[in-house]
């Protein structure tokens, strides 16, 4: 009994984690309509901004944190600036789009690495891991407490903005036709822009937080960009509430896999899973 | 005075030119309707002065400002909109946020934070309610019936509070009280003193509602004038009209 509710305190904290990756891309995915690669290199560059301020230069953690995620975010919208404007102005394929998408990434992380090494690193210190709590026999660390926390925080943020401002309405119009809004008086790369900057700014949060809980590399960004996008496919690509619950979904089955079977397996179950819904039902949970 | 030209303009499908060294005026404050046969490029003109496709040769002039690139983005701030032969709605949003969608005040800033206020959802209301979608306001657009769909797209036209309308055939397929409907708007925007370029075939429709006609034909100018003249012009009725 125990075991089985430490699987499902794990399930909702990885399960958080990718909804927190699907939201950021989902955000990016349904204005820009390609699979942008790059998206996971933010990941990377939030943890290691805070693993400089923090670690090396000793800033307080609370602005480091900040500052990571603000660093992601700006980054994911130069990276638009010098990219993907040009690229898309000339009408570039999503192919194109995907190849460009692909060297940022290569290009991210090879220069975290040069500046950082390739090296695993965590954000931690010993004691903040150790804070421990009790939750119906399972136990539960501090961290991930915070990770359980501001993902809720920051999709119940979302989903106001989705639903009540006039932003969100313009992001589900650029979503549905980029130039039908265009022509209604959207300023359409505007937007975008925008919500470039709050996708790549949540890719930072969850490196920083994936930082604290098991540690960052370079690459740490790429799987974690597959798991989301598994979990937007689960979910039904483009319903941002379906993403969530695909996450959580992922989550929950992955950690209930290995209940027998060694970890090694939690890949091959989350890429299984996956098969299993592109076969039987590739609209997803909640697509009708 | 014109507030929409173009010069010598021609764009080229596949070797095929739908629009063939087009020269012609829009004038302000009429309602301008463009005939022709099916594939004459009344559409295709349409598409490249709203900045929809781009074009090869001539010029398109807005508001005396001489342009090689219209951009659909743009034309908003040079007062124009337009309607789509095939509808294009906002598919996955309700009938209200596709209104909505377009009442914004667009700063830099707000443009993050800024909600609907009060006087936007009667404004939508007092659009919708004059194409009978009031009802349907939180319906997803998917269910309306395509006269509904053409309707709201050229109630979203309207609340775009512009000063040129461009409308392709949208009395096409609709049920005589829905025409009526759209006639009213017409009429009001007329009043209003709007300009209105209407691509339509019927021809009791254009020689009640317009000012001016354009006849076109394989992409050139055949005819332009006023109706009562330009209908009964020999070489419009051969190419267009039948015997
Ligand atoms: N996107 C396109 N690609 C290739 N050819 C096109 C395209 N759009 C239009 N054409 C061609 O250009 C010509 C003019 O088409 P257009 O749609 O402008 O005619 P139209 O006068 O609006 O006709 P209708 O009355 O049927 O709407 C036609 O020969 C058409 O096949
Ligand atoms: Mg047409």
């Known amino acids: 009994m125990d075991i089985f509710i430490q699987l499902t305190l794990n399930g909702l904290i990885a399960g958080s984690i990718y909804a927190l990756v699907a939201l950021g891309f989902n955000l990016s995915y349904g204005t820009m309509r390609f699979f942008d690669l790059g998206y996971s290199a933010l990941i990377a560059v939030g943890g290691y901004t805070v693993f400089f301020l923090s670690r090396q230069i000793g800033l307080p953690l609370p602005i480091s944190i900040l500052i990571g995620t603000i660093m992601a975010g700006i980054a994911g919208y130069i990276i ?41 690193r965590t954000l931690s210190g010993p004691v903040d891991a150790e804070r421990i709590f009790h939750v119906f026999g399972g136990s539960i660390t501090r961290i991930q407490v915070i990770i ?105 089955i992955e950690n209930y896999g290995i209940w027998h079977i060694s970890t090694e397996w939690k890949d091959a179950i989350a890429f299984g899973l996956l098969i299993l819904f592109l076969y039987f039902r590739p609209q997803g949970i909640f697509r009708k | 005075m014109s507030q929409v030209r173009a010069k010598d303009l021609t764009k080229i499908f596949n070797g095929i030119k739908a629009v063939d060294d087009l020269t012609i005026e829009i004038r302000d ?63 996955q949003m309700s009938v209200l946020d596709n209104i909505l969608v377009v009442l914004t005040e667009r700063n830099v800033f707000s443009a993050l934070f800024e909600r609907h206020k009060i006087h936007h959802i009667s404004e939508a209301e007092a659009i919708l309610k004059g194409v009978n979608l009031w009802e349907k306001k939180d319906d997803n657009v998917e269910r309306l019936s395509y006269g509904q769909r053409k309707l709201l797209e050229i109630a979203r036209a309207i609340a775009m509070k512009s000063e040129i309308y461009f409308f392709d055939e949208p009395f096409a397929g609709l049920f005589p009280e829905m025409r009526k409907i759209v006639i009213d708007i017409i009429y009001d925007l007329k009043i209003q003193d709007k300009t209105v370029v209407l691509i339509e075939h019927d021809i009791e429709l254009i020689r009640g509602l317009c000012d001016r006609v354009i006849v076109m034909n394989a992409g050139t100018l055949l005819a332009e004038g006023k109706p009562e003249d330009v209908l009964k012009d020999k070489r419009v009725i051969a190419a267009y009209l039948g015997d």
């Open chain 1, 80 to 120: 638009y600036l010098l990219v993907y404007v040009p690229l898309r102005k000339r009408k570039a394929s999503n192919m194109a789009l995907l190849v460009a998408s692909l060297g940022i990434f290569t290009v991210i992380q090879a220069v975290i690495g040069i500046f950082f090494s390739s090296q695993f």
């Open chain 1, 148 to 252: 359980l926390g501001t993902s809720i925080v920051v999709m119940f943020a979302l989903a106001i903005i989705f639903r009540f401002t006039t932003f969100g309405k313009s992001i589900r119009a650029i979503g549905d036709s980029e130039e039908v809004s265009k022509i209604v008086g959207i300023n359409t790369s505007r937007i975008i822009g925008y919500v470039l900057f709050i996708g790549s700014a949540i890719a930072g949060l969850v490196g920083i937080l994936v930082g604290f809980d098991t540690g960052i590399t370079p690459t740490m960004g790429f799987s974690l960009l597959l798991k989301g996008v598994v979990a937007s496919i689960i979910g039904g690509v483009g319903n941002v509430y379906g993403g969530v619950v695909g996450a959580l979904f992922l989550g929950l």
């Open chain 2, 29 to 91: 404050g009429n309602i301008t309707g463009i005939i022709g046969p099916n594939g004459s490029g009344k559409t295709t003109l349409v598409n490249i002065l709203t900045g929809v496709i781009p074009f090869e040769k001539g010029s398109v002039i807005v508001s005396e400002t001489k342009r090689e690139k219209v951009k659909p983005f743009n034309i908003h701030a040079y007062g124009i909109t337009r309607t789509f032969q095939a509808v294009r709605l906002f598919e």
